[in-house]
């Protein structure tokens, strides 16, 4: 039996801070058929919340009804997870 080995999954944020209300993700080495991507504000309450299948390498999001601030971003795939600090200005 061989194992394969696998990249692990990355997601870079295109763009930080957010000027113009549109999120913008790219993934490489997706295994992963779907994404849950979830905004927390500053006092931990989730202010945003989508799910879909994760079937282009770039997933765009709709978040212009949140006020600018700092936020926590948190992406779910079937194999990953990630937090990174999202600014929206």
């Known amino acids: 039996m061989t194992l394969v080995s696998q990249k692990p999954e990355k997601m870079t944020l295109l763009a930080n801070p957010i000027k113009d209300g549109v999120l913008k993700l790219s993934f490489t080495n997706v295994q992963s058929e779907n994404i849950n991507v979830v905004v927390i504000n500053s006092i931990g309450k989730k202010v945003y919340t989508a799910e879909r299948?994760?079937?282009k390498q770039t997933q765009i999001f709709?978040?212009?009804?949140?006020?600018?601030?700092?936020?926590?971003?948190?992406?779910?795939?079937?194999?990953?997870?990630?937090?990174?600090k999202l600014i929206i200005q």
Do not use: C, E, H
């Open 62 to 84: 709709d978040i212009s009804s949140l006020a600018s601030g700092i936020y926590f971003l948190r992406v779910n795939t079937d194999r990953s997870n990630f937090v990174k």
């Open 53 to 55: 299948s994760l079937n």
